[in-house]
């Protein structure tokens, strides 16, 4: 009996999510998409603390599976897959109440490239490469990768990467602010649980409310956002776990947050 197309690792309070399709680059097919998606909603139990998104060693994710592409992605239409298989697990990622990290080896390619942009955090190997590559095949970045690599590199840098299929080295990502760490090839997931296990220590309310606040300030003014900026701190002030952080530092300790 064959292995699923995608795995789910319980590191106690961080969820590992890995496709498993290393005979085609951990390339996406229906059944893979629609396997991602129910894991990325099973790594919302509040018990996880943070969320690790991998490939293997042959590459993070090569983009859609071309051969169930011209079969029609096994829905009815390509914009249904988009919306109804796609975009629910990138926006389960875009929307986690805590970090998702990405650790990438070899090749993120095509489609691959929105889960990794999806991601708050990316980690790369220094032989892996970021390549939004639908040009080549005549079709357009999809995915939300649009929206969200002009907002990370602006749009000249963007779009000269898509409409040029670019392929951009770890360091080139690194210099340009799209991965935080590049590490030693092998050492990428690694590296990302190391990551993973600093966050798991860290306040799960405020980790979440930042990672909201600067999500949503793609969509929101600058005055928009301030005032929510105080809402939400007023919120925040006064919690058990705001009490325990002011307690922890006056004391010259280390703090214990449950996210209460």
């Known amino acids: 009996m064959s292995e699923p197309k995608v795995l789910f690792e319980d590191h106690g309070n961080i969820a590992v999510i890995k496709l498993n399709r290393p005979e085609k680059r951990n390339a996406l097919d229906p059944e893979t998409v629609l396997l991602f998606n129910d ?22 994710c090569g983009g859609a599976d071309l ?5 029609g992605m096994g829905w009815e239409s390509v914009e249904q897959g988009l919306n109804e298989g796609y975009h629910v697990g990138l926006n389960n990622l875009v ?46 970045p999809d995915g939300g990768s649009n929206w969200l690599l002009t907002k990370v590199v602006g749009y000249q840098q963007a779009f000269r990467m898509a409409a040029e299929a670019k392929r951009v080295s770890a360091e080139e990502c690194m210099n340009l602010g799209m991965c935080s760490e590049v590490c030693e090839d092998g050492q990428a997931f690694d590296t990302a649980m190391e990551l993973a296990k600093h966050y ?45 952080g002011v307690t922890a530092f006056i004391e010259k300790r280390k703090p214990n947050f449950t996210g209460e």
């Open 39 to 60: 894991y990325s909603e099973k790594a919302k139990d509040p018990k996880y603390r943070a969320v690790v998104v991998t490939g293997d060693e042959s590459a993070f």
């Open 67 to 71: 051969t169930a592409a011209v079969e």
């Open 95 to 140: 929307y986690m109440d805590k970090v998702v990290i990405a650790a990438v080896e070899g090749a993120c390619a095509g489609i691959g490239c929105a889960y990794y942009l999806s991601s708050d955090i990316s980690v790369m190997a220094k032989s892996s490469f970021f390549q939004i590559g639908f040009s080549k095949i005549a079709l357009i």
């Open 200 to 244: 798991a220590t860290l306040a799960p309310r405020a980790i979440f409310k930042t990672k909201h606040l600067m999500r949503d300030s793609f969509n929101k003014s600058y005055e928009d956002n301030l005032k929510a900026e105080a809402k939400m701190q007023e919120e925040m002030v006064g919690r058990k776990d705001n009490i325990e």
